[in-house]
Every structure is written in C-alpha cells, then in structure tokens.
C-alpha cells in the first residue's frame, strides 16, 4: 500500500494538535506516508508544527511531517486535503460578534448576520485555493471544517472540480450525548439526521434494528439538556410539538430573545474569550517539554473534531461504505431541494466519496426553516461570487436571524467597508 499525504491548510490553527491526535489514533489502518502543513502566519506554523512533530515522536510513529509557506507545494500530491482556515482571523471574528451586539440581534461566527460576515470574506478565498488543487492535486478530497462549513462547501462543490465532503462536529457530539444519556455506545446508534449546517434536528435513533422515535422528546430533553448542554432548556410544550431533539445551534432560533439578551449582558464575547485561551495554547504549544494535547484545549471547542475527520478519511481510504453525517450535495436524496444545494445529512462514505441517504420531510416545520435559511445561503454564495451589493442584502432580508431591511443595510455597510470586500 502506497500510503496517503495528508495537506492541512490552516495548520497554525490551536485546534491541529487535535487533528493530529485523531491521525495518529488511525495511522494503523489509514497507512500515512506525509503530512504537510500550511498557513500564512509563520510564527503560529513555526509553533504548530514542532508541537506536532513532539507529539508523533511520543507516540513512537514515524509519519514525516512537512511546513510549507507556499500553497501548491502543500498539497502537491496529496490524496487529502483539510482545510481550516479563518480569513479575518479571531479578530474578525470578534468584529462580527460586536456588530450584531450593537445592531441588537445575534452576534454569533457562523449564523446570522456574523456568519454572513464570515462567508462573504471566505469564500473568495477558498474558491481561490480551489484553483491551486485542481492543479496540483486534482485526485484529492477537500475534506472542508472551514466555517460556515454549509455554505463553504456549497461554494466549492458548484464553482469547483475538486471533490469536497462538509464536516462539523455538531452531528458526532449529538451521537456522543446522546448515547451518553441513553448509556449505550455510540457505536451500536445511528441517528436519523435532518438539516443543513448548525441547523439540524434528530428525528429519531437507531439500535440496531430497532428506532427510537423522538415523540417524548420533552421529557429526554427535559432532563438531558440543562445540566449538559448550555441554553438548550427549551419548553416542553414546544420540544412536544417539534418531536425531534434540536442541534445545539438551533437555540439562536428558538430561544432567540433569550440568547440576545444573553449576549447583551455578557461581559465578554465568545471570541474574546477564545482569543484569551488561544495565547495559553500557544504558550503551552511553544514549551519544548510539552508533547501531548493539553486539557485546556477542550475549552477552545470542537469537541470531536479530529475523530470526524479521521473518521470519513479512514472510510474513503478502506472503501468502508459506512453511514455518517456530512454535508453534500443533496444530488435527489431529499425532495424539494435542488441536486447543487448542500444539507446536513446521513451519507454512504466510500472510496467514491460521500453519497447521501434518500429520505423525505414529513415536517413542514422543518421543511419551511431550511428552505428558507437555504434561500439565505444560495444569495450569500453569488453575493461573494459575483461581489453583488443586492444580493447580499436580499441575502440578510431572507436570514430569519435578521430579516430587517434597515439592519441589513447596516450590516452590509459595515462589513463591506471593514473587510474591503468591494461589493458592487
């Protein structure tokens, strides 16, 4: 067996060590003969990558690790590319978060109004990067954890020829508390997942063969979530009414003047808090004793974030045809959506990719919500593509997290001359 490159492109991220965990946890069974990493912040690279190199040595493998400041000569040749960047940086991020404080509504790095700041200043970059692996590594996966990850990876499964799969955490962490709560392995469950990206619903559980159904969801969620899961108390009568447990994220809808007054009050923002964590991780990565991912990284978020990625990786590697839930082109798999348009759901993972699991919404809630914030995804991708100053604001008018004429302008006004993004 020839063995796998692996190109990481944001590799001076405080979540590599992570990655690098997940990889080395797989190494058995993904046969890796090159990891190569990349990103535009020498001095973070430098640090990452020498943290990552005692990390393989204690773990007693020989995986040649490589750094790269130049793109194609990251990925020339790899069979897998990661990519998890942050254009704007934390900054950035603190910037989008701040703006929707100001303009009273939700201030969050990947929904709402930040997360329409977020896209529009990535995607240009990432179709950009597009063009160099279709150059230099045209046979590799894009495996894309870039944020929002929906919407990033719609953006390249239409204007590029690379192949992509979307990941995020969000599904594998409901599978992990899920089980947690069931006291089952989650192993022997397999969710019945409907939705797009931070907005996705578990209809029901599956054990063997056996399905749970959700339809007492008030009294598992109820009991489950406010001592696990941070504002997801939602009321009973409406959880009854859903009849699904909700993605964590799915609170910024439901609960929404609860999370606004939330933030209102919130001394800091989440980005100001993980910009505070990053400098320890930092520190701690630049200590030449050091050679394990610390605790402190759990804080930074991204709970199960190497193990997805190693996870759909090994399964197009070993040909394993197994269930998980990604972001893909819905290609018929779920009706009243479009072949192009990215969702959130259950996939058949193989040497050919990831082809997503047929299935129908029999919940017209559930249909209304993503059709409607998938109507606010579609305009985001042409407003960043075609740096269209209208569709950018039809854009906001159609996100049910901002829906106001007045602040979309605001909105647009704000990031346009902050990020020079030169819309037209």
């Known amino acids: 067996m020839r063995g796998i490159k692996i190109a990481v492109i944001g590799a001076g991220s405080t979540y590599t060590p992570e990655l690098i965990d997940g990889l080395l946890e797989r190494n058995n069974v993904l046969n890796i003969r090159e990891i190569s990493f990349f990103d535009t912040d020498s001095r973070r690279l430098d640090i990452l990558y020498n943290f990552s190199l005692r990390m393989i040595a204690a773990s007693g493998q020989n995986i040649p690790l490589t750094r790269h400041s130049v793109l194609k000569d990251a990925v020339s040749g790899a069979d897998f590319i990661i990519n998890q960047i942050r254009v704007g940086l934390q900054r950035g991020r603190i910037f989008d978060e701040k703006m929707g404080k100001s303009l009273g509504i939700i201030g969050q790095e990947t929904t709402g109004a930040g997360g329409f700041s977020k896209a529009m200043r990535t995607i240009p970059v990432v179709l950009e990067q597009c063009r160099v692996y279709e150059k230099y590594a045209k046979n590799a996966f894009l495996i894309n954890f870039t944020n929002p990850s929906g919407i990033i990876t719609e953006a390249i499964t239409r204007f590029s020829r690379i192949r992509c799969i979307g990941l995020c955490n969000i599904p594998i962490n409901l599978k992990m508390d899920i089980a947690a709560y069931l006291k089952v392995s989650p192993d022997h469950i397999e969710l019945d997942y409907i939705g797009l990206n931070h907005l996705g619903w578990v209809r029901g559980i599956k054990t ?48 929404n003047r609860k999370m606004l007054e939330k933030q209102r009050k919130a001394g800091l ?109 579609r305009l985001t991708i042409e407003a960043a593509t075609e740096k269209s100053y209208k569709k950018a604001l039809l854009a906001l008018m159609t996100n049910p997290l901002v829906m106001d004429a007045e602040v979309a302008v605001k909105v647009v006004n704000m990031i346009n001359k902050r990020f020079s993004l030169g819309l037209k």
Do not use: C
């Open 208 to 255: 063997g063969n056996k399905v749970l159904k959700l339809d007492n969801i008030s009294k598992t969620v109820s009991d489950f979530s406010p001592k696990n899961i941070p504002d997801m108390d939602y009321p009973s009568d409406m959880l009854s009414a859903v009849g699904s447990f909700p993605g964590y994220y799915l609170r910024y809808f439901y609960l």
């Open 269 to 377: 923002t989440r980005g100001e808090e993980v910009l505070k964590i990053e400098k320890k991780l930092l520190k701690i990565y630049s200590d030449k004793r050091t050679d394990s991912k610390p605790a402190l990284l759990s804080k930074r978020g991204g709970a199960y974030y190497s193990r997805v990625a190693a996870s759909v990786i090994d399964s197009v590697v070993n040909n394993r045809g197994d269930i998980q839930v990604v972001n893909v082109p819905n290609r018929g798999a779920v009706g009243g959506f479009e072949n192009e348009e990215v969702l959130e759901i259950p996939a058949v993972i193989s040497s050919r990719g990831a082809l997503p699991v047929k299935t129908t919404i029999d919940n017209i809630h559930f249909y209304s919500l993503m059709r409607m914030v998938k109507g606010y995804e």
